[in-house]
Every structure is written in structure tokens, then in C-alpha cells.
């Protein structure tokens, strides 16, 4: 989606009283300077101008590049500018809910330029995570001064029978702090979930405005709403104001040839493997370059195997991936761990966190730990160049703040430039 599609209707989305309005997220700047030849600095700007009422958020992780540490510098201007950009709220979330990992910091200067924070109980299925987990996790994030917690399930694994148990442990463990609901429809149980966990004293729920709902998003804002007054709650939203936004998209989707969000089919097998939706499309795409499609099935399920022996991590970036990685060099090998990736070794290593690895089956951490390359890994540093620093590797005296992250980001040059030269954005016609 362009710039141009979201400006023309941002300012009516504003006036339907929503919570707050997920703009944007770290990995979108890459993305739309590699897919759309689009500066997210100037969507940030566009969009804030149009939407006075309703704060705009940002969701990320510790890091501003997927599958590294962004030093805290970077991370301290990084936030400074997103709120200076327009961004009010920030999502903020640990992959394995570890929150004394990086997380106080971040907190820190995210309050300091006036960003509201709301931090994410991420949510998973597995014997580990139960609810006195839920319960521990809570109680950690609450000590970290936020304004709310949110129950993340990315992969759409929560179920109704869940909700009973979990949400009273989180609300009665977070301190008074306002708590969310963001899932998705990926196993087609979300809209569901959403009803039980209001019922059960959830009051601010994740949506999208179809036809950008449903599939792999979030549920209907509209079929919630409906669904929500049923049970005898009253939505704080205005439902009229809605439609003319789903038919201005649904236009552009039809005219774009994109496809319509249609509700999911149930599907177990997403509990068994639990690989998110984007990891499942990215990995049957490069086992089709090495012409190994036709064993997707048994990369799944050694997905199962190296997630069980890695004591269970949540299946989210980066760590889905990680897993899916490692899984497909066990059966292009017919051996587990014969090779064994770089981030695999890291995160034996402890680089995300000395709880992850403290969890790995013994003797698969030996195994992973007695590499040459793990000797070699052991020894990297973590760098924490100043802006300075940075500043003088990839920018240079006459380069904003702005410009200067973006290329840190980005990474290649060329990519950058296309950015600067390409056309301004422009409002998509209104239909």
C-alpha cells in the first residue's frame, strides 16, 4: 500500500474515534524503499498532518534492523525523531518476553521524548507458557513504568478455551495498567477470542478495516463491532464512518489486482508447526530456488523438533525465522545440526538473552556450543558507536537526522538515492 492510497482517507479514519492508529513499523521503511520507492519519513509526516485526534504508533522491537542490535545511540535518535516526526504511542516488544533485555532502556528514552509506551506480552503455546509464566511476565513488564500491556499473538494461536485462564491472570497482575488485545486470524479463531476476552474484561481490542482484515491481519473492526454489541457491550467507534473507507480500499484492490481479506479456515496444523503465515510464504519461496518445494511438509515438521530442543522460543521474528532456518539445513543435511547457522550458535550463545539459552536441551547446546564457529562467535562484541560515529561512517556533515537512520537502515546506497530521487507523494484519487 502507498503513501498516496492511506492519505486520501486519513483524515476520516481520524474521526472514527479508534484508540490509536498503527501506522507503521520498523521493518516498513525497508520495505517501502525497496518495494515502493518510498521515504516511510515522509508517510510519518503526510499522515500526522491529516490525523490530529487519534495518536498514531509505532511497533517495534529492540532493534531498528530486523536480525541485529542497533546500538543505543541510534535507537536513542531513532525515537527522538519518530516523535518528532508525529508518531504519540509506541509498541514495543521482546521477541521472548524478556523484559530486562534492552527493554528498559528503550522505555526510557521513548518516555523521555514524550511517547506514550505500551509493551507487549507476547504470546505463545507451549508447556512453557502457562499462565503462572503470563503471571511472571506481567509483574516484569508492569516494573517498567509503561501506560499498558498489550496480549500479542502473532501467530493466531490463542483459542477461547485460553482466554478464561490467561486474561485474568494478566489483568490481575498488571498493576491497574490498561491492557490490549492484538491477535491474528491466521487459524481463523481471533474474532472469537476477542468476544471471550471482553467478556472477561478486556477493553481495547486490535482491528483492521476490511478489506484489509481478516486472512493473516487482524479481525474486522466492523465484525467486532457488531459482534461486540450483541453481547451487550456498546463500541466506542462510529461504524457509519467505516464503510466509505472499506469501499475506497476494496476500490484500489479491485483496480490493483490485490487480494481481498477473506476469513480463514480453522487450522490446526498451525498449533503443531507454528511458523507465522509471512515466514511459510518467504521459506516455500527459497526452497523453490534450490528446487526443494516438494519438501516444505518435512521442514515443518523439524520445525517442531529444533523448537522443541531450543526450549521453546517463540515463533516471531527473528526467532521463527532462526528456527525455520535451522530446520531446513537439518533435512537438506538427513542430519540435525551437522550444520548449524550463525544465529542458532548466537542464540545458544546468550546474544539474545541469557534466558534463552539457559532453556536449550543440554545436549543439543553442547553440540551447538563444541563448533569451531561457536568459539569464533564468542568472542564478537556488540559495537556501540556514538551518532558521531555513525555519522561520519554513513553520512556526513550536511545529512538530517532523518536521512542519516534511513541509511543506516537501509544499508545500500543505491537504494538510498533511488529514495531522493524519486517523485513526491501524492493523495490517491477519492472513489
Not at 545511540?73 to 523484559?99: C, D, F, T
Not at 490485490?258 to 480453522?266: Q, V
Not at 496444523?269 to 530456488?289: D, F, R, T
Not at 542519516?404 to 477519492?430: H, N, Q, T, V
Amino acid at each position: 500500500m502507498t503513501t498516496g492510497m492511506m492519505l486520501t482517507v486519513a483524515s476520516q479514519i481520524d474521526r472514527i474515534g479508534f484508540k490509536s492508529m498503527e501506522l507503521v513499523g520498523t521493518s516498513h521503511f525497508l520495505k517501502c524503499a525497496r518495494e515502493l520507492r518510498e521515504n516511510s519519513w515522509d508517510r510519518i509526516r503526510l499522515i500526522s498532518k491529516e490525523v490530529t485526534k487519534t495518536p498514531l504508533t509505532l511497533m517495534m522491537q529492540h532493534s531498528i534492523r530486523t536480525f541485529d542490535f542497533t546500538p543505543f545511540p541510534v535507537l536513542k535518535l531513532w525515537l527522538e525523531r519518530i516523535a518528532a516526526n508525529g508518531i504519540r504511542r509506541l509498541q514495543i516488544m521482546n521477541a521472548s518476553n524478556n523484559m530486562s533485555f534492552k527493554l528498559p532502556e528503550i522505555v526510557k528514552f521513548a518516555k523521555d521524548v514524550g511517547l506514550k509506551v505500551i509493551v507487549a506480552l507476547t504470546y505463545s503455546y507451549s508447556p512453557k507458557h502457562t499462565d503462572e509464566y503470563y503471571a511472571r511476565v506481567t509483574q516484569d513488564a508492569v516494573k517498567l513504568n509503561v501506560d499498558g500491556l498489550y496480549l500479542k499473538g502473532p501467530g493466531g494461536l490463542l483459542t477461547p478455551e485460553r482466554i478464561p485462564t490467561l486474561i485474568p491472570v494478566i489483568l490481575n497482575n498488571s498493576k491497574d495498567l490498561p491492557v490490549e488485545l492484538h491477535s491474528h486470524c491466521t487459524t481463523g479463531l481471533a474474532p472469537l477470542c476477542y468476544i471471550e476476552a471482553i467478556r472477561h474484561g478486556i477493553r481495547i481490542v486490535h482491528t483492521a478495516i476490511p478489506p484489509l482484515a481478516n486472512g493473516s491481519s487482524q479481525p474486522s473492526a466492523l465484525n467486532i463491532a457488531r459482534n461486540v454489541r450483541f453481547s451487550g457491550y456498546t463500541p466506542m467507534i462510529d461504524e457509519e464512518a467505516i464503510q466509505p473507507i472499506v469501499n475506497h480500499f476494496t476500490y484500489i484492490a479491485e483496480r490493483k489486482g490485490l487480494p481481498l481479506g477473506t476469513p480463514s479456515e480453522y487450522n490446526i496444523y498451525q498449533y503443531i508447526h507454528q511458523v507465522p503465515g509471512g515466514v511459510i510464504s518467504n521459506l516455500k519461496h527459497q526452497l523453490s530456488l534450490i528446487r526443494m518445494e516438494h519438501r516444505l511438509e518435512e521442514v515443518l515438521e523439524e520445525t517442531v523438533q529444533v523448537r522443541k530442543g531450543l526450549g521453546y522460543p517463540i515463533m516471531v521474528t527473528p526467532f521463527s525465522q532462526f528456527v525455520v532456518s535451522q530446520a531446513t539445513l537439518n533435512v537438506m543435511s538427513g542430519e540435525r545440526y551437522k550444520q548449524v547457522s550463525d544465529e542458532i550458535i548466537k542464540y545458544a550463545l546468550g546474544f539474545w538473552g541469557k534466558e534463552d539459552s539457559h532453556v536449550i536441551d543440554p545436549n543439543i547446546k553442547d553440540r551447538i556450543l563444541s563448533l569451531p564457529r561457536a568459539k569464533e562467535l564468542a568472542d564478537t562484541e556488540i559495537p556501540q558507536p556514538s551518532i558521531e560515529e555513525v555519522r561520519q561512517k554513513i553520512g556526513g556533515p550536511g545529512v538530517s537526522d532523518d536521512e542519516l537512520l534511513l541509511r543506516y537502515m537501509i544499508k545500500e546506497e543505491k537504494e538510498s538515492r533511488a529514495l531522493r530521487e524519486a517523485d513526491p507523494i501524492k493523495a490517491y484519487p477519492r472513489h
